[in-house]
Every structure is written in C-alpha cells, then in structure tokens.
C-alpha cells in the first residue's frame, strides 16, 4: 500500500513539474514556434501585400529606413475611411512612439478637423488635417503631422476602416466598454445603433464605435484610442497566434506600411516572448471655429507643447521606463522644463 501511495506521490510531482514548466515556457515556445512556422509565411505576405515604402516626387523609390529593434521609434497610424467612389480621408491620425525594450507605446491623436498647414498642397495652405491625405497621400500626412508636432516619423501604417471590420471579424469580436446604447442619428450622418452591455462586438458594430460622431471630437478621439488598445491587447494575445497569415490575407489591400517586413516579425516575436504591452494616450485637443463658413479645431497650443515634450521624452533611448512623461504628467513636467529654463 505504501509503494502505491509513492508511486502516486510522484506521478503527482512530476505531474506538477509539467504543468509548472509549461506555464513558464508557454510564451518561449509560443515565440519558437510562430519562428519555425509562421515567420516565414508571415514576411512573405507582407512583402506581396502590405509592404509598401513612400516614394519621392520623382517617384523613386525612398531609401529603406533603418530598421530599428531595440531603440524607440515613431509610427504614423492612419486609419482612413473610403465610401464608394469618395476620396479616402484619414479618419484616425495617430504619432505613435514604440519602446520595444519597455515594452511601452504613446499614442498622440490629432483629430480630423485639426485647422493645420497642409505641406506641399497650395502653398501648405491652412485646412482640416484629415484632407492631407485626401490631397497626397501616406507623403502628404506625414509631412504635415511632422511640420505640426516638430519631429519626424520614421515609418508609417495605413489601414482602410473595412480592413479593421474584417479582422475585428477574424478575432470573433472585441470587448469594447460599451455601457449605454450609441445611436447615430442626426439629419446628415450615417444611421446605426450599438447596443450598450454586450461582451463582444463584432466588426460592423465596432467600426460603428469609431465612427460614431454624434458627441465632442474629443469623445470620438478616445473612442478610437481605447479601440487601437483592445485591438491590440486581442491581436498580441496568445491564443490568436494561429491567426496571423490569416489577419494579414484578410486586411490584404486594405494595409499598408513602410515598416519591413522582418521588423514587423521581429516586433511581434518581441512583444509576444514579453510582458503585455502598456500603451498611454493623449489628444491633442483644439476649440471649435467658422473659419470662412467652415468648421475646424483651432489647436490648443498647450496641449501641443505637451505632446512635443512627450515625444522628446520618449524618443531619448537613453530615458529610463520609470522616468516616462505620462500623459497625465505632462503639464507638470512642461512646467518644470520652462521653470529650469527661466532660471
């Protein structure tokens, strides 16, 4: 009876062994085996579908930018909306900055009525800066979301809103918080209503989600923020691994970047070997205004600065992960900034 027992004992030990092992290395073998099986196919999509580098005005083809894996880098994200026949606009303008290292991303938004020179149309002419990409493009956005935040962008995304319904299809849905029903029905706007308590929300609803204008631009601008980090906590989590080619075949035209394609993979090996990413967002805020009969955002030239002193901030590689200017920190460490200066 006492071999019996032993015997039980350690079957349970090692039974207990195993499963400990395989909780500490699920994320290890997660990363090995999305290398061995996936990588490959992955990159390759990419580079068929997605990968598409801007060009210059005699269109050659723009150097490859270094493809950075460690240090910060920024990203432009453009989420654009095209009905029918309509010029697309960039519905979505976000200054993105990534620490891999940190496993940290900042999301600077700039909604769409932002009254801003467009650069390099009429005479960087003022106008909504969501019409810089209806006028040219990836190039055209870059170049005024740069002129208007003081830094450059060393890599873009773009993706077309149906792209983003077809993956939030893909994930079988997203935990968006919505509490209280959201009906869109004004005279002149799309009509739609989302249904307030769900657990999941499938494409259409959440593309409704972003869309859905029918409050402040402010509101709008935190809607689509709190989507891109519900998206993103659903596309890193583990179990939506055996869906990548699939995401990627079924944003196909509707996605396109100038990052690489082996930098993407490495990204997403990094971020899935890693802890779970923390993102922090800020929106760059502006007062309503007829300007020549037409409404825009005038800026807040403090919410501005601040955004500039975050992008300073976590751009220096050399700042460490306890010292990053937080989006609720910013004005306090813009005063101190100005403070030393003065002295």
Known sequence: ???KWKKRYI???ILLVIVAGGVLLRKPLTVLAFDLFLSDKVESTL???SYQP????DNTVKPEPIAYKSDPFSVMLLGTDQRKTETARSDTMIYAVVRPEDYKLLLISIPRDTYTEIIGHDGNKKDKITHAYAFGGQQMAKDTLEALLGHQIQYYATINFQGLKDTVDALGG???????????KGKDHEKFTIVGGKSLYNGEESLNYVRYREDSDFNRTKRQQVFLDVLANKMLSLNQIGNVTELLNIMGEN????MPPSMVTGLAKKFMGGKEADISSFTVMGEGARID???YDVVNEEDLNK???MIDNWMNAGTPADQLIEPGKAGDALEAKATSAAQ
């Open 47 to 49: 580079q068929q579908k």
């Open 174 to 184: 997203l935990p968006l918080p919505i509490k209280k029903t959201i009906e869109n």
């Open 307 to 309: 955004a500039k002193a």
């Open 293 to 295: 009969g037409v409404y």
């Open 255 to 258: 996605f396109k970047t100038d």
């Open 1 to 3: 009876m006492k071999k």
């Open 11 to 13: 079957a349970l030990i």
């Open 54 to 57: 801007l060009t210059s005005e």
